[in-house]
T-cell receptor, first 110, second 113 residues
Framework: LAKTTQPISMDSYEGQEVNITCSHN???????ITWYQQFPSQGPRFIIQGYKTKVTNEVASLFIPADRKSSTLSLPRVSLSDTAVYYC???????????FGTGTRLKVLA | DGGITQSPKYLFRKEGQNVTLSCEQN?????MYWYRQDPGQGLRLIYYSQIVNDFQKGDIAEGYSVSREKKESFPLTVTSAQKNPTAFYLC????????????FGDGTRLSIL
């Protein structure tokens, strides 16, 4: 199962673009890359999912290079309410097992 | 609105007692999951089920049991064999296809009296 590596924490200011990179060197051919957001005492919430190149939705963009060994979640113009933990997942590689790492704790400052 | 409902939100367990956490989904998803989250940590998979009447152990199944008698329900029992049950428990579901994103409930926080 592919393991992911993310920065433990990041700080940003309101209105800035935030990029969080995730490394997944042993990603398998049929793996998708999925990002979740979690606020304290709540379940994670799906943000975006991609397989290759670039995916964009109303809240974020996901950039995946050709070798797929990393991915970058881009949050445009963050606000204080974007302060949360962001998880990068890769899977499920033929099973239903996902691996949640410790995530990246993003703190948005005024 | 479709979603996942976990109950109760807070639960207290006495020593030697089994407790059951409820998880219900109306998303018509085939797959369901239970995770445990400790403070400041990521999620660890306890059990998962791909289909009714079938379930598999995750990474930390010891001291836990599950059943999947109905598609919409996946209750988790924390048994007395689980010596450190204090944690935040999260239930999730997904469609059966590979790579489908998971939808999570809002969790149950279990504490020991």
């Amino acid at each position: 199962l592919a393991k992911t590596t993310q920065p433990i924490s990041m700080d940003s200011y309101e209105g800035q673009e935030v990029n969080i990179t995730c490394s997944h060197n042993n990603i398998a051919t049929n793996d998708y890359i999925t990002w979740y957001q979690q606020f304290p005492s709540q379940g994670p919430r799906f943000i975006i999912q991609g397989y290759k190149t670039k995916v964009t939705n109303e809240v974020a963009s996901l950039f995946i290079p050709a070798d797929r060994k990393s991915s970058t979640l881009s949050l445009p113009r963050v606000s204080l309410s974007d302060t949360a933990v962001y998880y990068c997942l890769v899977g499920p590689s033929g099973t239903y097992k996902y691996i949640f790492g410790t995530g990246t704790r993003l703190k948005v400052l005024a | 609105d479709g979603g996942i409902t976990q109950s109760p939100k807070y639960l207290f367990r006495k020593e030697g007692q089994n407790v059951t956490l409820s998880c219900e989904q109306n998303l018509n998803h085939d797959a369901m999951y239970w995770y445990r989250q400790d403070p400041g940590q990521g999620l660890r998979l306890i059990y998962y089920s791909q289909i009714v009447n079938d379930f598999q152990k995750g990474d930390i199944a010891e001291g836990y049991s599950v059943s999947r008698e109905k598609k919409e329900s996946f209750p988790l029992t924390v048994t007395s064999a689980q010596k450190n049950p204090t944690a935040f428990y999260l239930c999730a579901s997904s469609r059966d296809s590979l790579g489908q994103p998971q939808h999570f409930g809002d969790g149950t926080r279990l504490s020991i009296l």
